[in-house]
Structures are given as structure tokens and as C-alpha cells.
């Protein structure tokens, strides 16, 4: 069982910056594939980035490729989004999402554990 627990979500004007974690529960972090996801209202949940248990592989929607980086610190139990030069469109719910297994997955049906969702608001 996994826990995972979002922050670092709120407003930013456009071309700003913000850091989202994911804290999680459980003594078997590195096991575990880590995604982040969002949803903006009235649309689908949409994968953002993935990152394997050990870190070194990751990937990116195109729509965020270049701007937005994952991370992961398997010492803290913590994943990180570093999301710069964001826009508008980049408004939604961000979850983080964990499953154990291989890498890599990008639909929201192939992840187990979710957490509660932080709001981020860019304005133009």
C-alpha cells in the first residue's frame, strides 16, 4: 500500500515557475514507477511525466517536453515536478500517481495508487 501526498500547487502569472512534490508512504519507494498527471476541468485526465524507480529514465508529454522536469529522491520517498515557463494552458489538478513494476506507463488506468490533487492556476 501507497500513500501519496501532493504540494507546491497554487498561482503563478505566465512564464513563472512553480515545484510540485509527492511525498509517499511505504518502505519500498524504489520499487515503485511514478507518474504525474492533470486534469483541467471538463477534460480528461492527461499523463505530464514518468519517471522509473531508480530515476534514470523519464519522459515527457510533448506538450511539457522542455519545460517541465521529474525527479524523484528515493532517500526522502519524494517526487518532484519542476514546471517553468508555464502557461495558461498548463491549469489544472496535478496528481502524482505510483505503481510498482517495469517502466514505463502513461494511461491513467495502468497506475494503482493516487493522491489527492494540488490546483495549479497560471494567469496570462
Known amino acids: 500500500q501507497v500513500q501519496l501526498v501532493e504540494s507546491g500547487g497554487g498561482l503563478v502569472q505566465a512564464g513563472g515557475s512553480l515545484r510540485l512534490s509527492c511525498a509517499a508512504s511505504?518502505?519500498?519507494?524504489?520499487?515503485?514507477?511514478l507518474g504525474w498527471f492533470r486534469q483541467a476541468p471538463g477534460k480528461e485526465r492527461e499523463f505530464v511525466a514518468v519517471?522509473?524507480?531508480?530515476?534514470?529514465?523519464?519522459d515527457y508529454a510533448d506538450s511539457v517536453k522542455g519545460r517541465f522536469t521529474i525527479s524523484r529522491d528515493n532517500t526522502k520517498n519524494t517526487v518532484y515536478l519542476q514546471m517553468n515557463s508555464l502557461k495558461p494552458e498548463d491549469t489544472a489538478v496535478y496528481y502524482c500517481?505510483?505503481?510498482?513494476?517495469?517502466?514505463?506507463?502513461?494511461?491513467?488506468?495502468?497506475?494503482?495508487?493516487w493522491g489527492q490533487g494540488t490546483q495549479v492556476t497560471v494567469s496570462s
Open positions: 500517481a505510483a505503481r510498482a513494476g517495469s517502466y514505463y506507463y502513461s494511461l491513467p488506468r495502468e497506475y494503482n495508487y
Open positions: 519517471v522509473s524507480g531508480s530515476g534514470t529514465r523519464t
Open positions: 511505504g518502505r519500498t519507494f524504489s520499487t515503485y514507477v
